[in-house]
C-alpha cells in the first residue's frame, strides 16, 4: 500500500465508526481512551501556562542556559499544579496544560496559578540573577497562566504507536488563549472561574481584590468576561 491509499485508509478508519463515549470522574491517562474511537467526556478546569517570551531567550541566549530557564520554569510549573490536585496532560515547547476536576476545581487552579506565580517571581528570578548575573540584561522570567472550566471532551490523536490526548471543547482553547496574553497582568480567568473560586483566593489579606476585570476576550466567536491578576501566593 502507498502512502496515499495509507492516508485514505487512515482517514476513514477515523471518520466512519461513532464515538465509543463515556463519562468520566478522573482525568483519563492516554491508554484509558481507545485509539480508534474512544471519547471520554468531563467537567474540568483547565489551566496554561506559559514562559513569556522564550523565542527571544532562544534567540538570544546560549542554547545550553536557554534549556535550563525553560526547564527550570517546567519543573517548578508542574510540581506546583500537581500539588494543587491538577493533573498534567502536555507539554508544548515551554507551556504546560493541567487539568483539574471534582468540586475544588476552580479552587484550586486559581491557587496554583498565584503559586507558580510566587515561584517565578520570588524564587525563579532571583535564582537566574544569581547564576547568570548578565541574564536580566537580555531577558526576564516572565509567563501567562489562562483558566477557563466547562464541559470537554477527550480523544487521542494520531496513529499506533504516535498519538497523544487531545481536549475538544471551549475551556481548553480559551485558557490557551487566555495564556498568550501579554498586556500586564500575569494570570487570567474567565468570569465563570472567578465565580466559582474560594473567596480566600479573591481577597487580599490587605484588604481589596487580588483580581482586577480586564474586560472581554474574543476567542473564536465568543466574548469571554475575563478578570487578572498581578498577585503571588507562597505555597
Known sequence: M?????????????????????NGTVVPETEDIVLRDGAVNIDA???????????ALGQKIKPKIAAKVIRSYLNAATRILRYYDGEIRSFDGDRVLAIFIGDSKNSNAVRSALALNWAVK??????????????????????GVGIDTGEA???????RNNNDLISIGAAPNVAAKLSELRDAPDIY??????????????????????WTRYGNVVVGENSYVVYGSFWTWSP
Open 153 to 159: 471532551m477527550l480523544v487521542r490523536g494520531g496513529v
Open 2 to 22: 502507498g502512502l496515499a491509499d495509507d492516508v485514505r485508509t487512515g482517514l476513514d478508519g477515523v471518520l466512519s465508526p461513532p464515538w465509543a463515549s463515556r
Open 45 to 55: 478546569t483547565y489551566l496554561y501556562a506559559d514562559l513569556a517570551n522564550s523565542s
Open 189 to 210: 480567568i474567565t468570569k465563570a472561574v472567578y465565580d466559582r473560586t474560594a473567596a480566600s483566593n479573591k481577597d487580599a489579606t490587605s484588604g481589596g481584590s487580588m
Open 122 to 143: 520570588k524564587v525563579l528570578r532571583p535564582k537566574l540573577d544569581d547564576k547568570w548575573p548578565d541574564l536580566s540584561k537580555t531577558w526576564t522570567a516572565y509567563h
